[in-house]
């Protein structure tokens, strides 16, 4: 599991006027005294993600600089969902190779609880536009090929959760078939299990649903809602639909033309539980209206 525990609440009993005081770090002194005989003490938590006056600056193969993104400053809360969209070229994919490790920025500070961001971590998972299954492996080596790349070995206990895993995302009969067998709509949930195989904290989603056609897209958007209620995790999901950007997210983060600048964030406040039907409601139509006029006029194309 996760370093933190978001919003997490700890009760002490204390005999009365007994002063409790802790002061490591993580925290806080409590305000006030709630009651005679208990005191609520509050965790305080770090951010899942935090961008910091983030610039990243790309060397091009003619020695001319490139700069993708020009201090952004972005926060994610735990188990929160946050879309990023703008247009192509602004930066979005390079926001999530900085969560991930991948890359190092330019100035400013990428930190993941708390804790700065000089490398790739286990608790975070990068699932990319395409599946990038390997065909000679069946589904199942294919969703537990990064234990074995890194440690040599898959244990039962993986190859059982695989299979746990496989089932959630309905692939579990196809196991043993090669890739080359499936849809590319079952391919990407194979990508889609290979990530939550190792149970991270963080899933970072680039464009996942962009190569398929838009059934196929729908269908997986509403099965990853349904992964996420039961696997609660913090997602950081990059695309250039709206639609899909709403139907899933918490928070749309509107990027500039790059330099890739954070424009605003927009709180999307439709109930959950959510589903194609979602799409129905006037609100939905609204705001997607709204957020076509945003891009695109930050674009240049209105």
Not at 15 to 42: E, F, K, N
Not at 137 to 162: K, S, Y
Request: aromatic share 4%; charged share 20%.
């Amino acid at each position: 599991m996760g370093l933190f525990d978001t919003g997490r609440m700890i009760h002490r009993s204390i005999s009365p006027g007994v002063a409790t005081s802790l002061s490591a770090p993580g925290y806080a002194q409590p305000a006030s005294t709630q009651a005679p005989d208990a005191t609520v003490l509050r965790i305080s938590t770090p951010s899942a993600l935090r961008f910091q006056h983030v610039t990243h600056t790309f060397i091009s193969s003619d020695r001319s600089a490139i700069t993708a993104l020009s201090d952004v400053n972005l926060e994610v809360g735990r188990t929160e969902f946050v879309s990023i969209i703008g247009a192509s070229g602004c930066g979005k994919s390079t926001i999530l190779r900085l969560a991930s490790g991948l890359l190092a920025p330019s100035s400013g500070e990428v930190s993941v609880f708390g804790l700065k961001v000089t490398e790739p971590r286990n608790d975070i998972a990068l699932v990319f536009q395409r599946p990038t299954l390997l065909p000679w492996l069946n589904i199942a080596d294919n969703v537990t090929f990064p234990e074995r790349h890194t440690t040599g070995r898959v244990t039962r206990e993986t190859a059982d959760r695989a299979l746990q895993i496989l089932d959630v995302v309905g692939l579990r009969d196809f196991a043993q078939k090669k890739p080359s067998e499936l849809s590319g709509g079952m391919q990407q949930r194979v990508a889609i299990a290979r990530a939550l195989l190792q149970d991270p904290d963080i899933l970072l989603m680039d464009e996942p649903f962009s190569a398929l056609d838009a059934l196929t897209r729908d269908e997986l958007s509403v099965e990853l809602l349904g992964i996420l209620d039961k696997r609660p995790k913090t997602v950081i999901f990059v695309t250039h639909s709206i639609q899909e950007a709403l139907l899933l997210s918490d928070r749309i983060v509107v990027m500039s033309p790059r330099p890739g600048k954070v424009m605003e964030t927009i709180t999307v406040p439709l109930a959950r539980p959510r589903g194609l039907d979602s799409m129905l409601d006037p609100l939905f139509s609204e705001m997607a209206n709204e957020i076509r006029s945003k891009v695109f006029t930050r674009s240049g194309k209105a």
